[in-house]
């Protein structure tokens, strides 16, 4: 009866220890996953920002077809899309959902050229000399951006970049602590088993062995759970984040599916390497404390 009970407590130990090393890998994956998906999420935000070039009403439309040829050939321009003025008015009337046109008498809108601009050139700086050259020509009145979003955009993204790495070294450290806690309170539970081993002469490799051993397939175990649920969460961001993260990028994906499996097995071999270290230094009498 005893063997069961000590057999059921040790299925218990060993559940438990896996499924604290799942989770705890699970959150590192979330955070590796953002780290390394940082730039094409940055390079996504930044291609979806642009700005508008509105044209003189006097242009002629072959000097502003001109012109758009011109932007599209740019390095800073990744879309140029021309919209004329009775373009520009059905889909502001879309927007309002009447007529305003029949209302005025007269279509007040302005031609206009779409700008998204490429995500190397998407900063305040580059913006201020693109807006520079592009109001050299003739034919434009007005280029027109969100210089607030713009700022904002660029100046939350360094600081994401940085939030996000510091956070994820913490949550590291604190990851560390909680699955050697966890090993120790396991080695723990077996240590009158080394010191007996020790006792009969075995020596310190052959007693470790098993445990390493161990250890080496809770890392495992532990790591191919957390690399299910990270499946699942990233299959779940891919349908709504289409093109931007996803299953796409398979290097990125088994990058950050190795590094799971490698932090789970590191993290797990060094917690159990020492925390069996500290049992077989100890004498028997100090077993009891």
């Known amino acids: 009866m005893s063997n069961t009970v000590a057999k059921r407590k040790l299925r218990s130990s060993y559940a438990t220890t896996i499924i ?31 700005f508008t070039v509105l044209i003189k009403d ?45 209302f005025l008498g007269y279509n007040p809108l302005l031609a206009s050229i779409e700008v998204k601009l490429a995500a190397a050139w998407a900063n305040p700086d580059s913006m201020a000399r693109i807006e520079a050259q592009i109001m050299s020509f003739p034919q434009v009145k007005e280029v027109y951006y969100q210089k607030n979003l713009l700022d904002a955009i660029h100046e939350n993204v360094r600081k994401i970049t940085i939030v996000l790495g510091l956070f994820g070294v913490l949550l590291l450290l604190i990851s560390v602590a909680l ?39 809770h890392g495992l175990a532990g790591a191919t759970v957390a690399i299910l649920l990270l499946s699942g969460l990233i299959y779940m961001v891919s349908s709504e984040m289409e093109g931007v993260v996803g ?38 009498d100090e077993l009891y404390y």
Request: zero cysteines.
């Open 247 to 284: 299953f796409a990028n398979v290097f990125l994906i088994a990058v950050l599916f190795f590094l799971v499996i490698m932090l789970g097995i590191a993290i797990t071999l060094v917690s159990t390497f020492f925390a069996v270290n500290k049992y077989l230094r100890l004498h028997t």
């Open 58 to 102: 006097n242009a002629r439309e072959a000097e502003v077809m001109r012109l758009q040829k011109i932007l599209s050939a740019s390095p800073y321009v990744r879309v140029a899309e021309y919209v004329n003025k009775d373009q520009a008015a059905e889909l502001l009337k879309e927007e309002l959902g009447e007529d305003f046109v029949d």
């Open 179 to 217: 699955i050697n806690n966890t090993i120790r309170l396991s080695v723990y539970s077996r240590r009158f088993l080394i010191k007996t081993m020790q006792l009969v002469g075995a020596t310190r490799g052959f007693i470790r062995k098993p445990f390493l051993v161990t250890s080496i397939l």
């Open 20 to 50: 604290s090393i799942s989770l705890v890998l699970f959150v590192l994956g979330i955070i590796g996953f953002i780290y390394l998906n940082a730039s094409r999420l940055s390079v996504y935000v930044k291609e979806n920002l642009g």
